[in-house]
C-alpha cells in the first residue's frame, strides 16, 4: 500500500481530504493513523511533525498505524505497534472486511469465469459465421456484375466434389466461389 513517507510527501503539495480520497480511506482515518505514527499536525507550519518517542516510522505501511475499532487514536503510536515490524496488513483487518476482501474476490472469479465462456462462444460463433454467412456476405458485396470470361478450369475429382457439395448446401453459384478463392489468393500474394 503506501508507507508514512509517501504519504508526507503527499500531503506536503495535498490537504489531508484529497490525499484520503487517493487513499480510498476518510480523512478522519488518515489523521487517526498519522496521529497513532507519532505524528501531529502543526498550524503555524502546516505540516505534519513526528512527536513520537522512538524512532520515525518513514518506511512502515500506514495500514499497520490504521485503528480497526475506533475512528480516533492516540496522539503517539503505542509502543507494542511501533516494536512489532512482524506484523502484516491483514492483521489489522476486521472480520467484515476480510468477509468483504472475500466476497469481491469471489465476484471477480465468477466475472472471469463468465468472461472466458463468452470469449469462448464469441469465438466459436465467428468459427461459424465466418465459413458460410461471410462468404455469402462477400458474394453480394464483393462481386460485382462485369463483363464474364470463359475459363475451363480442371479440378482433382475431391476438390471438385466439395466444391458441388458447398454450392449445394449454401446454394452458392460455384462460379462465386471460386472467384472469391481467387480474390483472396490474388490479395495474399499481392496480385
Do not use: C
Not at 60 to 77: D, G, H, V, Y
Not at 82 to 104: C, F, N
Not at 113 to 140: F, K
Amino acid at each position: 500500500m503506501y508507507t508514512i513517507q509517501t504519504v508526507l510527501e503527499q500531503l506536503k503539495e495535498h490537504n489531508v481530504k484529497e490525499v484520503s480520497k487517493d487513499l480510498a480511506i476518510s480523512d478522519k482515518r488518515l489523521r487517526a493513523a498519522l496521529q497513532a505514527a507519532g505524528y501531529q499536525y502543526s498550524q503555524s507550519a502546516k505540516a505534519w511533525d513526528y512527536i513520537g518517542e522512538e524512532q520515525e516510522p518513514l518506511n512502515r505501511e500506514l495500514i499497520e498505524f490504521m485503528s480497526t475499532n475506533k475512528p480516533q487514536a492516540a496522539k503517539t503510536a503505542p509502543k507494542s505497534r511501533q516494536k512489532a515490524d512482524t506484523t502484516t496488513p491483514i492483521d489489522s483487518l476486521t472480520a467484515d472486511e476480510i468477509a468483504a476482501i472475500r466476497s469481491m474476490l469471489a465476484a471477480y472469479k465468477q466475472q472471469e469465469g463468465v468472461m472466458e465462456a463468452a470469449s469462448t462462444a464469441l469465438e466459436q460463433y465467428t468459427d461459424s459465421t465466418n465459413s458460410a454467412e461471410q462468404l455469402i456476405m462477400r458474394t453480394r458485396t464483393e462481386i460485382q456484375p462485369e463483363e464474364k470470361t470463359r475459363k475451363s478450369v480442371y479440378f482433382n475429382k475431391s476438390i471438385s466434389t466439395k466444391l458441388d457439395q458447398f454450392s449445394e448446401i449454401y446454394r452458392i453459384q460455384k462460379q462465386d466461389i471460386i472467384e472469391l478463392a481467387l480474390r483472396d489468393f490474388f490479395k495474399r500474394y499481392k496480385e
